[in-house]
Nanobody, 126 residues
């Protein structure tokens, strides 16, 4: 089992950047495939990015358009989401998620994940 805590959200102007962190505790972090999702007010939660347990494979939602980068530091039990060129449409609560895997799987559906953080709010506005 792993507990996840996100941080790094806040208010940023359009075009700005934020780096979200997701710190895990419990079982070794390297045992888990990781993902980031977001949920805007009144909308369903959607996939943002995923990374395999070793960090060798990544996948992004089409709309990311190279603006975001997912990464992880297993020695620090932390995953990151670097977000650049932020737009008002990026305003949402961002969640990290984890699932114990034995392969280099990339998990892109929220139904694939077992463990979730509480979320961190990102607001993009001038």
């Amino acid at each position: 089992q792993v507990q996840l805590v996100e941080s790094g959200g806040g208010l940023v102007q359009p075009g700005g950047s934020l780096r979200l962190s997701c710190e895990g505790s419990g079982r070794p972090f390297s045992d888990y495939a990781m993902g980031w999702f977001r949920q805007a007010a009144g909308k369903e939660r959607e996939f943002v990015a995923a990374m395999s347990r070793a960090g060798t494979r990544t996948q992004y939602a089409t709309w990311v358009q190279r603006r975001f980068t997912i990464s992880r530091d297993n020695a620090k039990n932390t995953a990151y989401l670097q977000m650049n060129v932020l737009k008002p449409d990026d305003t949402a609560a961002y969640f990290c998620a984890a699932r114990l895997t034995v392969t280099g799987a990339l998990l892109v559906s929220e139904d694939d994940y077992v463990y979730w953080g509480q979320g961190t709010q990102v607001s993009v506005s001038s």
